[in-house]
């Protein structure tokens, strides 16, 4: 499940739909906590291929349209494509991540693997790509999902993406985000 405590907190963000739904927009507490704390701490948020999809079709129903701000800001980037053959070590390739995922999470949502949508099984591969392309340790992956999150874990778990792929749900990143931001005023 998602960590209690994020410490560190990861350098790279991964932005699932259900992050950017459940912050809000502009006029919402979190969405300033959070839009604060990425350009404080300098931290890089990355959007999947397929979150992309998601936020295009639902954009009449967020207040804020994060493609255009990953099309205007350098701080959020839009990884395309999986590539499924890259792996980080002796980690399994994001390709096994993403397929083994999709089937936990069909079983945990009891729906047929087949017509159940591959955005969530997406992050972890991308994530795995992100460690192995980019100077960071640690990629975390913001979500509001409890399935979601319980699928990425189980794979992961005792791989060498343990403790570097990071599942952090909504309230835990706020709640670490506004304690920056207090002692940074103390």
Known sequence: ???????????????????????GGTGNDSYQTFIHYVQ?????????GRVVEELTEQRGYLSIDWVDRADTTERIT???DVQPGVRVHDGPRAGQV???????????EQTDP?????????????AVMLLGSTPHEFIGILMDDRNAER??????KNTYYE???RIIDIWTAVEHMESQENRSYQ
């Open 163 to 165: 403790g570097r792929i």
């Open 114 to 126: 087949d017509t159940l949508r591959k955005t969530d099984s997406e992050l972890p591969a991308v």
């Open 40 to 48: 404080t701490e300098e931290r890089e948020l990355y959007l999947s």
């Open 78 to 80: 839009i990884i395309d």
């Open 151 to 156: 699928a990425i874990t189980g794979v992961i």
């Open 1 to 23: 499940m998602s960590e209690a405590h994020p410490s560190p907190f990861p350098t790279a963000l991964l932005l699932d739909t259900s992050f950017l739904r459940t912050i």
């Open 98 to 108: 993403m397929d083994q995922v999709h089937e936990r999470l069909a079983t945990f």
